[in-house]
């Protein structure tokens, strides 16, 4: 796929409205989601393990836990974009994410690992959006109870990362320098 339209407000929940105008913000979104991968190496490969376990406050997730984050994110809206895209009609359930980063484990894992994973997945869905069909995109299903596009989860694979590098970047590596 070349380029892909924006969402209407109707093929997604209201909760990812955030995500799908970080997305339009970026312009092209096809080309947003490989330049995605050298961002997010930019702004974290360098940081120390010590750095890299740094929380923005008592309750907040450390930077590993961030990035393990995008990892699970990643991987929960691909699958929603797989299976709505081969116009599976079958309701998909939302996920935990408070209760996926507790069980990760990520502060004890190496950040290289967890940016590697990353960009893995990244490149993986950027083949499979690259040969998604436009009909393919515009299909809709259901994922946590609400209507939801493969063109929005598309959108939502670059806000979502979009809307974390914001707190990384004005939140968490500010206190790092």
């Given at each position: 796929?070349?380029?892909?339209?924006?969402?209407?407000?109707?093929?997604?929940?209201?909760?990812?409205?955030?995500?799908?105008?970080?997305?339009?913000?970026?312009?092209?979104?096809?080309?947003?989601?490989?330049?995605?991968?050298?961002?997010?190496?930019?702004?974290?490969?360098?940081?120390?393990?010590?750095?890299?376990?740094?929380?923005?406050?008592?309750?907040?997730?450390?930077?590993?836990?961030?990035?393990?984050?995008?990892?699970?994110?990643?991987?929960?809206?691909?699958?929603?974009?797989?299976?709505?895209?081969?116009?599976?009609?079958?309701?998909?359930?939302?996920?935990?994410?408070?209760?996926?980063?507790?069980?990760?484990?990520?502060?004890?894992?190496?950040?290289?690992d967890l940016l590697a994973e990353?960009?893995?997945?990244?490149?993986?869905?950027?083949?499979?959006?690259?040969?998604?069909?436009?009909?393919?995109?515009?299909?809709?299903?259901?994922?946590?109870s609400a209507a939801v596009s493969?063109?929005?989860?598309?959108?939502?694979?670059?806000?979502?990362?979009?809307?974390?590098?914001?707190?990384?970047?004005?939140?968490?590596?500010?206190?790092?320098?």
């Amino acid at each position: 796929m070349k380029s892909i339209l924006s969402p209407a407000t109707e093929e997604y929940a209201p909760f990812y409205a955030d995500y799908i105008q970080r997305a339009q913000a970026r312009g092209d979104v096809i080309a947003a989601l490989p330049k995605q991968i050298d961002e997010i190496r930019s702004a974290l490969e360098k940081l120390t393990d010590t750095q890299a376990r740094f929380r923005n406050g008592l309750a907040e997730w450390s930077i590993k836990e961030i990035v393990s984050h995008l990892i699970d994110a990643e991987r929960v809206f691909s699958y929603r974009l797989l299976r709505i895209s081969r116009n599976d009609k079958t309701p998909l359930p939302g996920f935990e994410q408070v209760d996926y980063v507790r069980e990760a484990g990520a502060d004890e894992l190496a950040l290289e690992d967890l940016l590697a994973e990353f960009e893995y997945l990244r490149r993986a869905n950027i083949l499979a959006v690259k040969n998604i069909s436009e009909e393919s995109a515009a299909r809709v299903g259901t994922a946590s109870s609400a209507a939801v596009s493969a063109r929005a989860l598309i959108f939502m694979l670059v806000g979502h990362v979009e809307h974390h590098m914001a707190s990384l970047r004005e939140k968490y590596l500010p206190s790092l320098t």
